[in-house]
């Protein structure tokens, strides 16, 4: 079993940054693969950003390709996700996820995820 707890959501005006932190808890955390997901109100959950367990594969979404980064640190257990130049339509509940396996060409499919977080509120006001 492992625990996801995400941080570091708020209010922001559009063009400023803020850094996401998930820290995981559990049996072989470091070992997973991790992804940055996102629902906006009335929206599906979509895929922002993923990386290996290795930080050897790394994979984003278009709309914030340029604008975030993701990094993990596994001494930490713990997946950050930098977002600069924030836009209001980055405003949205984030959600972390670990997935126990590899996922091909799956990583945007949150379904691959076995772990959630319980998420972070990030408001980006125009």
């Known amino acids: ?24 808890s559990g049996r072989s955390a470091s070992s997973y693969n991790m992804g940055w997901f996102r629902q906006a109100p009335g929206k599906e959950r979509e895929f922002v950003a993923g990386m290996s367990w290795s930080g050897g594969s790394i994979f984003y979404a278009d709309s914030v390709k340029g604008r975030f980064t993701i990094s993990r640190d596994n001494a930490k257990n713990t997946v950050y996700l ?36 319980q998420g972070t509120q990030v408001t980006v006001s125009s």
């Open 1 to 24: 079993q492992v625990q996801l707890v995400e941080s570091g959501g708020g209010l922001v005006q559009a063009g400023d940054s803020l850094r996401l932190s998930c820290a995981a």
């Open 82 to 117: 930098q977002m600069n130049k924030l836009k209001p339509e980055d405003t949205a509940d984030y959600f972390c996820g670990a997935a126990t396996s590899w996922w091909g060409n799956n990583y945007r499919d949150f379904k691959k995820y076995n772990y959630w977080g």
